[in-house]
């Protein structure tokens, strides 16, 4: 870890922002939170005073749970803000609705939006802090940072390392994350699933694209199953959801041609026997509840820097 290094980001909006150097930094700052989990008193005074508000206008388990248990482990107050039984129901918008939650001291504001910017125009609209937990099509930076640093944990270092990510590319904000994180991180990245769930012009993040998952399986040393965004997808992009298991569904078949000790991901939640076999996903290559696990001091990690940030920012 660069103990110069001063992080500066008030805001965690997505990773195509961040450089090589800030994204280690933010995993190696995670690495520090890491052994918490193991303590009897699982707490830091860190942010204490400090107010969190989880702000998610669509469904989440990992994402948000992962949050609360993260700002509470850091001993902030946490407000858990729920579309379904806010005024937002009565016509007030997002912004009137973090405006008013700041006006009650609310620090930092940890966003999940359906619509894709979200969480960048609330950071234009409010002084609190903001951290993306997710925004449409977007990105989903934490969960990319936790992807990354499972990689981590398991192989020691991205570079070098060919990972494919498969699936639903179009509607994937973690795709477009790890994308943009892993290509600085010195991976290969392979693109693969059918052509009506692939970007046009997805190639130019430096990626390379595939339809055939049996052409590239034995080149991966890391395969991150997407999950088929069944309420995202607006017409029939693929004839259906067997033919699609049969083609890109990680079977304990296909596994048999991977490399013997490719890392297998997701992140959450699997449709099982669509994109993965059960006994794939609960198998011995799987690091799926490993994620999870480390979702927690990466997002301590976030709520951690982004608030040091606005703690230099009124040094300054
Ligand atoms: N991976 C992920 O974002 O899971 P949740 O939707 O449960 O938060």
Redesign the pocket.
Known sequence: MDTKFQWRHKHLIGLAELSRQEIEFILDTAKGFEEFSTRSVKKAPTLRGKVVVNMFF?????????FTLAANRLSADVIEFTKTSSSVNKGETLIDTARNLEAMGVDIVVI?HSAGGAPKLLSRSINACVVN??DGFHE?PT?ALLDIYTIRQVRGSLDGLTVGIVGDIAHSR?ARSNIYAMTKLGAKVILIGPPTLMPAGISQLGVRVSHNLDEVIEELDVINML?IQFERLGGNLFPSVREYSHFFGLTVDRMKRAKKDIVVMH???INRGVEIESEVADGPNSVILQ??SN?VAVRMAVLFLVNQATAIQINE
Do not use: L, Y
């Open positions: 669509e469904d989440s388990t990992r994402t948000r749970n992962s999940r937990a997710g989903h969960q973690v999950r992140p959450g939640p994620q999870v979702g």
